[in-house]
DNA sequence: CGGGATCCTAATAGATACTG
DNA sequence: CAGTATCTATTAGGATCCCG
């Protein structure tokens, strides 16, 4: 499992009990950081559209490499949000897909990506004036 | 601006033309990123209750470094979702507050802060599964 | 085709010490 | 109190080669 998963569950353990509030938040937290990757939303919104293939995924994400793929993949696969079927033909053929969770996953994430697209102007606004009043080092 | 940001607006530049979906998710993408850090969420929420001040932020988080939660402020407020008074009173004071940008990040967050507590068991079942059919390396 | 294994770099987190 | 500076450890991510 090479590069750590910062595993949900230990992270529940240590705080579930330091408070409700707090207990949710790392909660949130510890599925964002999961879902916030660099590929894994890019992923499941591109499977939302239907199975799809590794190389056609892989062409579709465009600058993705093989191996950030697979481990997003492989991530998304342990969580239950992704399901992989192998056809034992030749070539090989590997076909993901979502499963239920991984579709369910879609509204919240769509929310944010809403929120994300309406407010991005105004976000770029911001670091805009930041960086003017706060020269560069 | 030393640990990098990713930027979203040369992102957004990047890949704007390259399909009007695509383009959404790497918007969706580096906001994700971007408030999916380890602590800029957990931040957020506990900013929600009303301003606070370095140190009490700090307390009430528990395990983050001071560097971080001064790094974590800085890109909040270079993002428009943070406000930074300074009181010079001695000693200094200093509170951080959401401003109505980052007021408006608390409902889709919270959205998915409820699909993670509505499915981290799932989530965690699916992992226990995978990791049993997965032996250790 | 669909990866696994390996090597390497860059980004990020934490610890510690110091400062106005 | 609210940071900055510095140093180190850990991680993410890319490149490359290989294999069934």
Not at 9 to 36: A, D, M, P, Q
Request: glycine share 8%; hydrophobic share 35%.
């Amino acid at each position: 499992m090479e590069p750590g998963y910062n595993d949900v569950t230990e992270h529940l353990e240590k705080h579930r009990f330091s408070g409700e509030f707090k207990g949710r938040c790392h909660t949130v937290n510890s599925v964002l950081t999961r879902i916030g990757d660099k590929w894994s939303v890019l992923t499941v919104m591109l499977l939302a559209d239907g199975p799809c293939r590794f190389n056609e995924l892989k062409r579709r994400i465009g600058d993705i490499s093989q191996r950030m793929l697979t481990l997003t993949l492989r991530g998304l696969e342990r969580d239950g949000l992704v399901s992989r079927t192998i056809y034992p033909t030749i070539p090989p053929r590997v076909e993901y897909e979502l499963t239920d969770l991984g579709h369910s996953l879609r509204e919240p994430v769509e929310a944010l990506g809403k929120w994300a697209f309406d407010h991005h102007d105004r976000i770029a606004r911001a670091r805009a004036v930041y960086d003017q009043n706060n020269p560069e080092t």
